[in-house]
């Protein structure tokens, strides 16, 4: 996923400024995508060099300027590509990659930090069913987010119950080795 797609996703529905751009990723979006100020503002020139996005500059002749962002046609045609564009879940995952290094701790510690995750999806959880719930289609991603993260507190879960390395069944083991 791409941080220029998402932000076409929240132009698609208004013109809006970028604090009302990270305003909404925080408050809609921020169970599957998250972005500071310092990555949005450099998209949406990527965006407006692209042709995707005008700038309307808004405010007083003295002070600060805002500027709101407007979704062009091109722009509208590259978000509908891409909407429609198979894609699978990114690997990339903090998370995981602590689990896959857990062996640098003494099983006792192991269990500790495995219990620490745990609670900690518990915990976003209980936040994300508690937040206010987002428009249409937002809300199922909300939904996926959740789903995901009980399955990765479940799983936390079992794996702090034995805290020792997984290990392959034999007949895994003679696979590799052909």
Do not use: C, N
């Amino acid at each position: 996923m791409s941080l220029p797609h998402v932000l076409l996703g929240l132009l698609a529905e208004s013109p809006r400024t970028g604090y009302e751009l990270e305003r909404a990723l925080r408050e809609d979006v921020a169970p599957v995508w998250t972005a500071e100020f310092s990555q949005i503002y450099p998209a949406l020139a990527r965006l407006r060099r692209a042709g995707f996005v005008v700038l309307r500059v808004l405010g007083p002749r003295r002070g600060p300027r805002r500027y709101r962002y407007r979704l062009t046609a091109s722009g509208r045609r590259e978000l509908k590509r891409w909407v429609a564009e198979p894609a699978l879940p990114r690997l990339r995952d903090e998370a995981l990659a602590r689990v896959a290094f857990l062996d640098i701790l003494p099983v006792p510690e192991r269990r500790d930090a495995l219990a620490a995750q745990e609670r900690s999806a518990a915990e976003e959880i209980r936040r994300l069913r508690g937040a206010a719930s987002p428009p249409g289609f937002r809300l199922e991603a909300r939904r996926g987010a959740i789903e995901r993260l009980e399955a990765a507190r479940r799983w936390l879960h079992g794996l702090a119950q034995d805290a020792s390395p997984a290990r392959a069944p034999a007949s895994a083991r003679a696979v590799k080795r052909k």
